[in-house]
């Protein structure tokens, strides 16, 4: 298996358990308060990675340190303009739709930092736009004080992108992302202690949520995210991950019973297709080593019989 296909399949991975953590995310708010609930599960999975990596991050230089310090601030203010648009939103969907703009910026902005996208890249943008407006909008787009939280939230998600991707393949993921979602945790605390009333009588059941998401979203969501980016450039991975919000409308579907509609459907059919021209060098590759290996395979039959 090649790199870029490592690189694929973390990613891919990557996306179901995001997708799942949406579940899980959900079942969790019910008892928690959305900043506490991120500023618990962040932290928790932070501490769960910094005692498994704990003779990496000792080892860690200033550089290192620094790298991964910034990744982790700037993700932790991506969150917190997240849940501020979600406080003062009146339309999730619009909400969702924004926030997913981040990914579609990762390529453009990648160019600020010498990165050359190949055109398949740019190709398959328009597609993911598409595929997004019709999984997320089912109403009217307007602006207003949500929605500048929602694309400042994007902007710095993309930021986390390329600055992730670039750290990564300087940093052993591990560490990295301890250190990562150590800082997430404490800037969403902070935002939690200003915004927030602070209540842990909660049934078990939420606190079973908090950790399904501290342990499988979190901890083993952004290792294997931070695994893949480090194979793959960030424009290349960004496609890879819009792949989440269809996984996430599906599984909402299992779960609660929600259900799809056709414009919905249909967006999901557009980004898998965004993901198929990302990858269109890949997939002729493979089907030109599918063929080749047919052709040689009669050949050596053909052979034996001749023999």
């Given amino acids: ?31 928690l308060s959305p900043l506490l609930f991120m500023a618990l599960r962040f932290t928790s999975a932070g501490l769960i990675l910094a005692v498994i990596g704990w003779t990496a991050l000792r080892n860690f230089s200033a550089y290192q340190w620094r790298s991964a310090a910034v990744v982790g601030v700037t993700f932790g203010i991506a969150m917190t303009f997240w849940i501020l648009g979600l406080k003062h939103a009146s339309h999730i969907g619009v909400g969702a739709f924004l926030t997913s703009l981040g990914i579609v910026m990762v390529p453009l902005i990648s160019l600020l930092f010498g990165e050359r996208p ?12 598409a595929g997004l407006a019709c999984l997320s909008l089912d109403s009217e787009l307007r602006f207003g004080l949500a929605e ?25 993921p591990l560490p990295l992302t301890a250190v990562q979602l150590l800082l997430t945790g404490v800037i969403t605390a902070g935002g939690s202690a200003v915004l927030e009333s602070w209540d842990f009588q909660q049934p ?10 501290a342990l499988i979203a979190t901890s083993l969501r952004f290792l294997l995210q931070t695994s893949g980016q480090s194979l793959a450039p960030a424009s290349h991975s960004a496609i890879i991950m819009t792949l989440e919000p269809v996984w996430a409308a599906l599984f909402a579907a299992l779960w609660f019973g929600e259900s799809m509609t056709l414009l919905q459907f249909s967006g999901c059919v557009l980004i898998f297709l ?20 047919r052709l040689a395979n009669t050949s050596r039959a053909i052979s034996k019989e001749s023999s």
């Fill in 274 to 293: 965004a993901v198929l021209v990302n990858r269109l060098p890949a997939v002729r590759s493979w089907f030109r080593d599918k063929r080749h290996a």
């Fill in 148 to 172: 500048i939280y929602f694309l400042l939230s994007a902007l710095f998600i993309a930021f986390v992108f390329i600055l992730n991707s670039r750290a990564a393949a300087k940093i052993s």
């Fill in 118 to 129: 190949n055109r398949y890249v740019f190709i398959s943008l328009p597609f993911v736009v």
């Fill in 204 to 213: 078990p059941a939420i606190w079973g949520w908090l950790a399904a998401s």
């Fill in 1 to 31: 298996m090649t790199t870029h296909h490592r690189a694929d399949l973390l990613l891919l991975i990557t996306t179901l358990v995001a997708a799942a953590g949406w579940v899980f995310s959900r079942e969790a708010v019910q008892g």
